[in-house]
């Protein structure tokens, strides 16, 4: 019998000895410190940050570990470090504290705990002996391959602008997306876009012809990583259902183009599978834009809701990200409501309703992207061609981006404008959805919208020239944040369910 009793006693203390933190007095806890994730910190400084989810609970001398982790449960914590020395335990909560002072206060009036204190942290150097190597691509970018985040520049300026580097840490983090373009062809054969490039139909693909700008659009979102050559897009996991939206210019007499070959195109991407849909077009496709009166807007808004409420009705989620539009034929901006299409979609004239949709539903899945370019001094502004007003929701590089094109123009090169921008919102979208695909469609436009997730103020023009136009500032989008925030809330869905 004293024999069975002595290894039911060993048992005993080999279970609680393998539990750092659980025991106290002659079988000391171990310590232990779990590393603090980069999601939880809420920056103060370009060094300094908090998180509002790991505190630093003392507790008086006489507190065991036993008593210790009945009291961190009874808070609804977590042990995620421990020490020995100070009685000290990291506690983990599942949500942010949004007022830390008086959650620390509270905590300090309970029995046994002697204060409670916010978890600091510092940051540390990029690249710095003993860190893991950071993921950079090996895509050469005519030998410009250097990345500086702080101080974007070259010809990857606009990826450096938006933190891609940074989001692509996270890359074991992202799933396969699908993402749609429509606009004027694209060049299959293209060394960077290779695999890249699937159509909803035989038939679109029959009719897809070779086109600069759907080239470059195409490689801004997903031209292909690491493959040694070229450049690398936003989005290097996704793949692109396209449709040509050009018309077969076979007769002199075709002046006109039905916008319903746009919304066509549109669909057919969803259909096939597209969560985000680039459009950069509009109604300024010949650089003849104009105000438009407000009934025209309307007619449009109606229209377009129309579309999204049929297809939200019969269960597809989208997102729709359009270009904002390059101003009128000055060059000048006006607002962005008169470049049509989902751009034109407003509270005002949205008829999902008649459809059984709520008008949320609609204009939560549009983004509207305005153009941004690279100031001398670091910060960002916008063109004077970007259109405005308060129907754009966020801005991107669109100022001599350099990416993808045909052939005929050097398969590589510049170009500028709010069709430039669009695609880096779109594949921003794509980052995010690839972190967790049971997300909705309003959920990824909120989360890359979201003033708490963007980057920089972009400045608004000084050549504010006309009159009646809304001349604001805007967000630059942030791959980083957005992709940041989609796995923590990712994570806080999955750990609720």
């Excluded at 908090?50 to 008086?60: A, N």
């Excluded at 897809?208 to 897009?233: F, K, L, M, R, W």
């Excluded at 436009?445 to 805007?474: F, H, R, W």
Aim: charged letters at 20%; one cysteine or more.
């Amino acid at each position: 019998m004293q024999k069975i009793i002595s290894l039911i006693l060993c048992a005993v203390l080999a279970f609680f000895s393998s539990f750092p933190g659980l025991i106290s007095g002659e079988l000391k806890a171990k310590d232990f410190l779990e590393e603090i994730k980069t999601e939880y910190i809420e920056k103060i400084s370009d060094s300094v940050g908090i998180s509002k989810r790991v505190f630093s609970v003392f507790f008086d001398d006489d507190v065991n570990a036993f008593a210790a982790k009945k009291i961190i449960k009874k808070i609804g914590g977590k042990t995620v470090g421990f020490n020995s020395l100070l009685n000290e335990y990291k506690v983990y909560f599942d949500q942010s504290i949004d007022n830390c002072q008086e959650f620390c206060e509270q905590l300090q009036k309970l029995d046994g705990i002697v204060c409670a204190i916010p978890q600091i942290a510092v940051k540390i150097a990029p690249n710095s002996e003993g860190d893991e190597e950071k993921y950079i691509p090996n895509d050469p970018w005519n030998g410009n391959n250097q990345w500086d985040e702080e101080h974007p520049g070259g010809l990857n300026w606009h990826l450096e602008a938006i933190q891609a580097l940074s989001a692509w840490q996270y890359k074991d983090r992202m799933s396969t997306i699908d993402l749609g373009v429509v606009d004027g062809g694209v060049y299959v054969d293209h060394e960077d876009l290779q695999g890249k490039i699937v159509f909803p139909s035989k038939y679109l693909e029959r009719t897809n012809s070779v086109d600069t700008h759907g080239t470059h659009v195409c490689g801004i979102i997903s031209a292909n990583a690491d493959n040694g050559i070229g450049v690398c897009g936003v989005c290097p996991n996704a793949k692109i259902h396209f449709v040509d939206w050009d018309p077969e210019y076979n007769s002199l007499s075709q002046t006109w183009l039905d916008i319903e070959r746009i919304y066509s195109g549109v669909c057919y991407t969803i259909k096939d599978g597209a969560k985000v849909v680039n459009l950069s077009l509009g109604a300024d496709l010949w650089g003849n834009m104009k105000k438009f009166p407000t009934f025209v807007v309307n007619i449009v808004g109606n229209f377009v809701s129309a579309i999204m409420a049929r297809l939200i009705k019969q269960g597809y989620d989208f997102v729709i990200c359009q270009a904002a539009g390059n101003g009128d034929n000055s060059s000048h901006a006006i607002n962005a409501e008169n470049n049509l299409s989902f751009c034109a979609v407003s509270e005002n004239n949205c008829i999902s309703q008649l459809f059984g949709v709520k008008k949320s539903d609609v204009l939560d899945r549009i983004i509207v992207v305005g153009s941004a370019a690279l100031a001398a001094d670091g910060s960002f502004y916008q063109p004077a061609y970007s259109n405005v007003g308060a129907r754009v929701d966020i801005c991107a590089p669109g100022n001599y981006v350099f990416s993808t094109v045909d052939p005929g123009k050097g398969f590589y090169a510049y170009m500028s404008g709010t069709s430039m921008a669009t695609p880096v919102v779109t594949a921003v979208c794509g980052l995010v959805w690839s972190i967790d695909s049971s997300f909705t469609g309003s959920m990824v436009k909120k989360i890359v919208c979201s003033p708490e997730t963007a980057g920089p103020l972009v400045k608004a023009t000084t050549q504010q020239v006309n009159p009646d136009v809304n001349y604001m500032d805007y967000h630059m989008v942030n791959a980083k944040l957005s992709v940041e925030k989609a796995i923590e809330i990712s994570e806080r869905l999955n750990n609720n369910g």
